[in-house]
């Protein structure tokens, strides 16, 4: 923006008004100056006093309305008087009076209609072009019917004269009113962008205080709640440390729903707020909550009253934690509120479709009641009504607020009856899907209980596990220590990203548990590095993060980051032996008692089973990986078979390359052959019990028959996709390994696909023979074209073209030569390439020739991975011995 602009923003921008207003000050203000400079010209030209006076009174009226506009706000009505006077009025009758057509003043007119456009807007706009239209009309008609209305000029200098200052002012007049325009655009634009940010930072500076906060005072907690649960599994406790802590249990989780409301309303109020539905027991829900309501009331001598139905789905799916927090609220409030009498819980069900109830929760009291005029105001933040009765009564004043966006995000309602100084009753009803329609039963919900607690029950032990804890607090670590103690796992603790990251180098661990927020290196950091680990023995492991940020939408939000699952803070022993026994592989585990018993056990029950992966990449062994990758990767594989007249073996399991090609060079009958649908079936079938989608990749279709027999078989299942690679061998291998590693970090298969459409062109595949006698033997060459390559030293190079294999060039030379030749074409083309990753993949190469290569290879790029892979069968049976090929992507 240039000095001039800045200068005008400076002295006449206002922010309180609109554009509009801001074009009519300066149109306004410019036009009193031009018409007083006007004046003055045709006063120094001898022009009749009458033009004068018409030129100075327009400016007069001009600066007028500029003043009004400024003084009384009214800057459209001042801006259509302004234009309706000067389009209808000022311009028709100076121009009827300073020389009609033989004049300046038609270049007014244009200045006239354009402003129009610059000012008005609306049905200001439509009248104004109404009346500029009839008046610059009668002016032309005048001047061509009734010429001797208008006065003319002196004589045709002044006429000249006239057009030219007309044109200069107009013209001046015209750009100054385009560049305010802009300029005010650009500025208000600027204005609005920085705004923006400002508002960004300020929500990203909000969101990272609340996280933070919610971080430090869970992770406290974590530890009381924690430490408390091991005094309940200890034994010979008295009724009054049992009673003591199951206070304690239940005030801890009393003070985290006080820290969510603060929370949930700024989320709320960001548009962040989400309903994430799971399964969940209606006993266990309406027990912690009774439990907890029931010492409130216990302090303030109310009755507390339970009546929950029988008829009562013993599971529901739903979001727990949010009716929880609703119910609690309303039963918090009610107790608050009620100084003596009691506090009665209904609840009950309707059903309203075959797998759908209505859930509906009352909540009686014989409190203070609320006044009808104070009903309005009920929901709103911040707000209490019966302020005058209330000032004692401790809380936010958020918590009715919350309730009721919160029941409108799980699609329900909530009502309010009260009758002032007799009580209220406050039913919530939310719409839930039945899990396990087997009626709850009678509970018993006494109070009583409170001197009671659940004793802890070992369900199993493993102690061949290895378990890995990363956690920057020393109490988190302590905590669980302790909660796993009794499972006998091989527990190892981490302070940091980093000492994790020496620890994954050198162990392979079962299950890592993952503080999410750490300093220096996070959670999701570290996780990301684990996974990328060169040589590490953690990249498949299982991943869970520990956090203490429990929001909605948690699970898909760390499974998106490429966390296994999570576990909310404050950690719920019973809850972490849970995840734990869900993610250890089953030959760890040792039942203490029957496993259809540990399933219906607390926790246990609500986790289930280990959880399917959302995706699974698959492939066959031809894609020529190394083994240790594809441990590392997961990635399930089909073996191609090899036939020959001694029988059926699996490729690169009961025969490898340099059996094949003893047959081959024995000129024996040796054939690499794709697996059947009825086989590729059955491995898909396998998958589909680990995976809810498999994506397996093949082979390019036009290189045999394993893209067609998998497709075929994949047409049986409604989630698996075959996709055709387009590429050989190590090619198609490192599509594989893309591929698996972006389902490590959670990618869903719409995005892998697309991926893999994106770098398919970039990859290369090529192999150079030793010679081309693996060609005559295929049937590609006749016996005398055959004669003459090897005579002429010949040497093919074999690609993918179309999806089939084709000679791409030929090197002509000792072997020797010719292999340094291919490899200089390779790595020192025109293409950047990608230096991640080279497979040399070859067949029956002696050791010296193979470093040869890798030495020649290395005298072009440094890549940070170079795998010297084994061909399978596949390869060697069209590429014979002393064959290898440089297989990389380009960038």
């Known amino acids: 923006m240039s000095k001039l602009s800045d200068r005008i923003i400076q002295v006449l921008i206002r922010k309180d008004v609109s554009i509009h207003a801001q074009l009519f000050r300066f149109m306004s203000l410019l036009g009193t100056i031009a018409m007083a400079v006007g004046g003055v010209y045709t006063l120094a030209e001898g022009m009749e006093i009458k033009n004068v006076a018409a030129l100075f009174a327009g400016a007069l009226f001009m600066g007028m309305l500029f003043w009004a506009g400024n003084k009384f706000q009214q800057y459209d009505l001042c801006s259509f008087i302004l234009m309706s006077g000067l389009n209808g009025i000022f311009l028709p009758v100076t121009f009827l009076r300073s020389g009609g057509l033989k004049s300046g003043m038609p270049l007014w007119f244009v200045l006239g209609f354009i402003s129009l456009f610059f000012l008005l807007r609306g049905k200001s706009l439509a009248a104004g072009t109404v009346i500029t239209i009839i008046a610059d009309a009668y002016c032309f008609y005048t001047?061509?019917?009734?010429?001797?209305?208008?006065?003319?000029?002196?004589?045709?200098?002044?006429?000249?004269?006239?057009?030219?200052?007309?044109?200069?002012?107009?013209?001046?007049?015209?750009?100054?009113?385009?560049?305010?325009?802009?300029?005010?655009?650009?500025?208000?634009?600027?204005?609005?962008?920085?705004?923006?940010?400002?508002?960004?930072?300020?929500?990203?500076?909000?969101?990272?205080?609340?996280?933070?906060?919610?971080?430090?005072?869970?992770?406290?907690?974590?530890?009381?709640?924690?430490?408390?649960?091991?005094?309940?599994?200890?034994?010979?406790?008295?009724?009054?440390?049992?009673?003591?802590?199951?206070?304690?249990?239940?005030?801890?989780?009393?003070?985290?729903?006080?820290?969510?409301?603060?929370?949930?309303?700024?989320?709320?109020?960001?548009?962040?707020?989400?309903?994430?539905?799971?399964?969940?027991?209606?006993?266990?829900?309406?027990?912690?909550?009774?439990?907890?309501?029931?010492?409130?009331?216990?302090?303030?001598?109310?009755?507390?009253?339970?009546?929950?139905?029988?008829?009562?789905?013993?599971?529901?799916?739903?979001?727990?934690?949010?009716?929880?927090?609703?119910?609690?609220?309303?039963?918090?409030?009610?107790?608050?509120?009620?100084?003596?009498?009691?506090?009665?819980?209904?609840?009950?069900?309707?059903?309203?479709?075959?797998?759908?109830?209505?859930?509906?929760?009352?909540?009686?009291?014989?409190?203070?009641?609320?006044?009808?005029?104070?009903?309005?105001?009920?929901?709103?933040?911040?707000?209490?009504?019966?302020?005058?009765?209330?000032?004692?009564?401790?809380?936010?004043?958020?918590?009715?607020?919350?309730?009721?966006?919160?029941?409108?995000?799980?699609?329900?309602?909530?009502?309010?009856?009260?009758?002032?100084?007799?009580?209220?009753?406050?039913?919530?009803?939310?719409?839930?899907?039945?899990?396990?329609?087997?009626?709850?039963?009678?509970?018993?919900?006494?109070?009583?209980?409170?001197?009671?607690?659940?004793?802890?029950?070992?369900?199993?032990?493993?102690?061949?596990?290895?378990?890995?804890?990363?956690?920057?607090?020393?109490?988190?670590?302590?905590?669980?220590?302790?909660?796993?103690?009794?499972?006998?796992?091989?527990?190892?603790?981490?302070?940091?990203?980093?000492?994790?990251?020496?620890?994954?180098?050198?162990?392979?661990?079962?299950?890592?548990?993952m503080d999410h927020m750490m300093p220096e290196m996070d959670g999701e950091k570290t996780m990301d590095l684990v996974r990328n680990q060169q040589g590490g023995f953690c990249r498949k492991t299982p991943i869970i993060a520990l956090t203490a940020n429990a929001m909605s939408g948690a699970e898909e939000k760390y499974r998106k980051m490429g966390f296994s699952d999570y576990l909310a803070k404050p950690i719920n022993g019973i809850l972490f032996e849970a995840m734990l026994l869900r993610y250890l592989p089953k030959e760890r585990i040792e039942y203490m008692i029957d496993p259809d018993e540990v399933s219906e056990m607390d926790g246990f029950r609500i986790l289930g089973q280990k959880k399917k992966q959302r995706l699974i990449v698959s492939t066959d062994n031809v894609v020529d990986l190394p083994n240790d990758v594809i441990r590392q990767l997961g990635i399930p594989v089909m073996h191609y078979f090899v036939n020959t007249e001694y029988g059926h073996y699996e490729d690169m399991v009961e025969i490898h390359s340099d059996s094949l090609l003893s047959y081959i060079e024995k000129d024996q009958y040796a054939k690499s052959e794709a697996p059947t649908v009825g086989e590729y079936e059955t491995f898909f079938g396998n998958l589909l019990e680990e995976a809810e989608q498999v994506l397996h990749i093949s082979i390019a279709s036009g290189s045999g028959k394993g893209f067609e027999n998998a497709s075929q078989a994949a047409a049986g299942f409604s989630h698996v996709q075959v996709f055709d690679s387009g590429h050989l061998s190590s090619g198609t291998g490192l599509m594989v390994m893309h591929a698996a590693n972006m389902v490590l970090k959670n990618k869903d298969l719409d995005e892998v696909l697309q991926s893999l459409e994106a770098i398919q062109p970039k990859i290369q595949t090529s192999f150079i023979l030793d010679s081309s006698k693996q060609l005559y033997r295929s049937g590609l060459l006749n016996k005398q074209v055959w004669k003459m390559t090897e005579m002429l030293q010949c040497h093919p190079v074999l690609a993918l073209h179309k999806k089939k294999i084709v000679p791409a060039a030929i090197f002509f030379g000792n072997t020797q030569d010719v292999y340094k030749k291919y490899i200089h074409a390779q790595m020192a083309r025109w293409s950047p390439i990608d230096q991640k990753v080279l497979f040399i993949t070859s067949a029956g190469c002696s050791k010296e020739t193979k470093d040869m290569i890798l030495e020649e290879v290395q005298k072009y790029k440094k890549f940070d991975q170079i795998y010297m892979q084994e061909a399978s069968a596949a390869i060697t049976s069209n590429c014979g011995a002393g064959c290898f090929g440089l297989i990389y992507m380009l960038q």
């Open 143 to 513: 001047a061509y019917v009734h010429p001797e209305r208008i006065t003319y000029m002196e004589s045709e200098s002044v006429v000249y004269g006239d057009i030219i200052v007309s044109a200069v002012i107009t013209i001046f007049l015209t750009c100054a009113f385009m560049f305010i325009q802009i300029t005010l655009s650009e500025y208000q634009r600027k204005e609005n962008e920085k705004q923006q940010a400002e508002l960004v930072a300020a929500m990203n500076t909000q969101s990272r205080f609340l996280a933070n906060m919610s971080h430090e005072i869970r992770t406290p907690i974590n530890t009381i709640i924690g430490l408390n649960e091991m005094t309940l599994r200890e034994e010979n406790l008295s009724d009054d440390i049992i009673e003591n802590a199951n206070n304690i249990q239940s005030a801890s989780k009393m003070l985290l729903s006080l820290i969510n409301d603060i929370l949930d309303l700024s989320k709320i109020e960001a548009g962040k707020m989400e309903v994430v539905p799971a399964r969940y027991e209606t006993g266990e829900l309406f027990s912690e909550i009774v439990n907890t309501t029931w010492i409130r009331a216990h302090e303030k001598n109310l009755e507390f009253c339970v009546n929950v139905s029988e008829k009562l789905p013993s599971m529901l799916y739903g979001d727990e934690m949010r009716i929880k927090q609703v119910l609690t609220n309303i039963l918090s409030n009610a107790i608050k509120y009620t100084q003596k009498g009691s506090v009665t819980l209904f609840v009950e069900s309707e059903q309203t479709g075959a797998d759908e109830i209505l859930l509906k929760m009352a909540v009686i009291d014989t409190g203070m009641g609320i006044r009808q005029d104070d009903m309005k105001y009920l929901f709103d933040s911040f707000k209490r009504v019966n302020e005058g009765s209330t000032k004692g009564i401790e809380g936010t004043g958020l918590g009715l607020s919350i309730c009721s966006q919160l029941v409108n995000l799980m699609g329900g309602q909530i009502t309010v009856d009260s009758i002032y100084q007799k009580g209220s009753t406050f039913t919530i009803t939310i719409p839930q899907k039945i899990v396990n329609a087997t009626p709850l039963g009678n509970l018993n919900y006494n109070s009583s209980s409170r001197h009671q607690r659940s004793s802890y029950k070992k369900s199993f032990e493993a102690p061949e596990a290895k378990v890995l804890v990363v956690d920057d607090n020393d109490m988190n670590l302590l905590v669980a220590k302790k909660l796993l103690r009794e499972t006998k796992v091989q527990l190892a603790l981490a302070h940091s990203g980093m000492e994790c990251l020496k620890l994954t180098a050198k162990n392979n661990y079962d299950v890592i548990f």
